[in-house]
């Protein structure tokens, strides 16, 4: 149990469509981050919410992503008009310092 | 900018030796440093960790690592390797302002 849920576990889709990734902390956290894997590679920072404000912004993070975490708990992260290069492991981690992760929600465009 | 450098793509060991997998970093200040692994179709679970203090550092599944300022290092070692340790290692570099940098990783296999 890593204690982070990530939902869905896959998700493929065609190109164009939008897409919602969900990551749900079993406990509070104050930080939360999202992160992009692709294959072989390691994971490269999107953006980080400290409670329900998000702080810092990857230059990866283009304009059609966004997220949000409302209530700072669950978080959300929706890719719209998605692109071949959107396919890719999406990592949620929370504590200081990333210390726990989901397991991913890794998505394949069509 | 902070850089991580993990120079070996992939490694493998047999069971029962031990293992040192490099990592370099490229930071201005003292920086944060950690391993973390990754099994196939895995979230990413924390080994260990270093802040500040005593430079070598102890983690869960057996294995230590050793920072060393001079050589802008943080090797991660275990003396005697285990099958179930074969995977994906990543260590990375965080600083104050909260950015956090992997590595590209290490794929480690492990021989009967």
């Known amino acids: 149990d890593t204690g982070v849920s990530q939902n869905p576990r896959h998700k493929i889709t065609k190109r164009g469509q939008n897409v919602t990734f969900r990551c749900d902390p079993i406990s509070e956290h104050n930080r939360l981050y999202w992160y992009r894997q692709t294959l072989g590679q390691g994971p490269e920072f999107l953006t980080y919410?400290?409670?329900?404000?998000?702080?810092?912004k990857s230059r990866l993070l283009s304009d059609r992503f966004s997220a949000e975490r409302p209530k700072g708990s669950f978080s959300t992260l929706e890719i719209q008009r998605t692109e071949q290069g959107d396919s890719a492991m999406y990592l949620c981690?929370?504590?200081?310092?990333?210390?726990?992760f989901g397991d991913g929600t890794r998505l394949s465009i069509l | 900018a902070q850089s991580v450098t993990q120079p070996d793509i992939h490694i493998t060991v047999s069971e029962g030796a031990s293992l040192e997998l490099r990592c370099n970093y490229s930071y201005g200040a003292t920086p944060y440093l950690f391993w973390y692994v990754q099994s196939p179709g895995q979230g990413l679970q924390l080994l260990l960790k270093y802040f500040s203090g005593d430079t070598l550092v102890q983690g869960i599944k057996g294995f230590e690592a050793e920072f060393k300022r001079s050589q802008s290092s943080f090797n991660l070692r275990k003396p005697s390797v285990h099958w179930s340790d074969a995977a994906e290692y990543f260590c990375a570099v965080g600083d104050t302002g909260n950015q956090f940098y992997f590595g590209t990783g290490t794929s480690l296999t492990v021989i009967p």
């Open positions: 981690g929370v504590g200081n310092q990333p210390q726990h």
């Open positions: 919410f400290q409670n329900e404000a998000q702080l810092e």
